[in-house]
C-alpha cells in the first residue's frame, strides 16, 4: 500500500494572488503566435506543476509523448520596487523536458485579479494567464510513499477542484546530452533509450463542482 505526504515547504510562501490554476490563452514570441496548446500551471503555496500539450500531439503514442512539455518544482515571488513587475521564478525539480540552460523566470503583471500577463527575463516572449474558476481554496503539495515509508518519486499537486499527478520517469539523461536539446531530438539520437526515457506521466484532472 502507498500513502501521500505533505512535500517540504518553503521559506517564503507564494503570494496568494498567484495561487490556483492559470490557463494560458496566447505565447507571443519572435517566430510567432500560439494560442493551440493546451497549457495549464497549478500553483499551491509553495509548489507548482505545468503542463504543456502540443495541437495534435497524443500523449498515447510515442511521437506525442516527446512532444510534451511538463515540470514541477518550488516558486519564488522577487516583489518588484520602484514601480517594476514582480518576477516569478519557477525553479524546477522533475522536468519533462532535459534541462535548460537558462533559468525560468518571467516579470508578472497583473492586468485584473484573474488575469496575468508574463514577458520574459531571459527570452523573448509574452504569456497571458487567466485562472481557472474553482481554483482556489484547498492546496496540497504531496509526494507518494511505499509501506515502508520511501518515497516511490510519484507527486501530486491539488487547487480547489483541480489536480496534477506526476509520475518521474526513473532513467537519467544519457552523458551526451547537448544544451537546450528536446525529448524529440534525444529520442531520435538514443532510439535504443526511447521506452525508458518516455516512461513518465502527467495527469491534468477536474473534480465535477
Not at 490557463?23 to 500551471?41: A, F, I, K, M
Not at 522536468?95 to 485579479?113: I, K
Not at 487567466?130 to 492546496?139: D, I, K, M, Q, V
Not at 544519457?174 to 526515457?197: C, N
Amino acid at each position: 500500500m502507498t500513502h501521500w505526504i505533505d512535500l517540504p515547504a518553503p521559506d517564503e510562501p507564494v503570494p496568494a494572488a498567484y495561487r490556483g490554476v492559470w490557463q494560458r490563452t496566447l505565447l507571443e514570441t519572435p517566430e510567432g503566435r500560439d494560442t493551440s496548446t493546451r497549457v495549464h500551471w497549478l500553483q499551491t503555496e509553495g509548489w507548482h506543476a505545468d503542463l504543456r500539450v502540443p495541437a495534435g500531439a497524443n500523449p498515447a503514442m510515442p511521437e506525442g509523448r516527446a512532444q510534451l512539455q511538463g515540470f514541477c518544482g518550488l516558486t519564488r515571488i522577487t516583489p518588484g520596487r520602484d514601480g517594476q513587475p514582480d518576477i516569478c521564478t519557477w525553479e524546477r525539480r522533475w522536468d519533462v523536458q532535459p534541462p535548460r540552460s537558462t533559468p525560468d523566470a518571467g516579470y508578472m503583471v497583473f492586468e485584473t485579479r484573474e488575469r496575468v500577463v508574463e514577458t520574459g527575463v531571459h527570452g523573448r516572449y509574452l504569456e497571458i494567464w487567466e485562472r481557472l474558476p474553482g481554483s482556489t481554496g484547498a492546496f496540497a503539495a504531496q509526494g507518494e510513499v511505499d509501506a515502508q515509508g520511501q518515497p516511490t518519486g510519484a507527486m501530486r499537486f491539488v487547487a480547489g477542484r483541480y489536480a496534477l499527478t506526476v509520475r518521474p520517469r526513473t532513467a537519467d539523461w544519457p552523458a551526451d546530452l547537448k544544451p537546450d536539446e528536446t525529448l524529440a531530438a534525444l529520442v531520435q539520437r538514443h532510439p535504443d533509450m526511447a521506452a525508458a526515457l518516455l516512461d513518465f506521466d502527467l495527469v491534468f484532472s477536474e473534480t465535477p463542482a
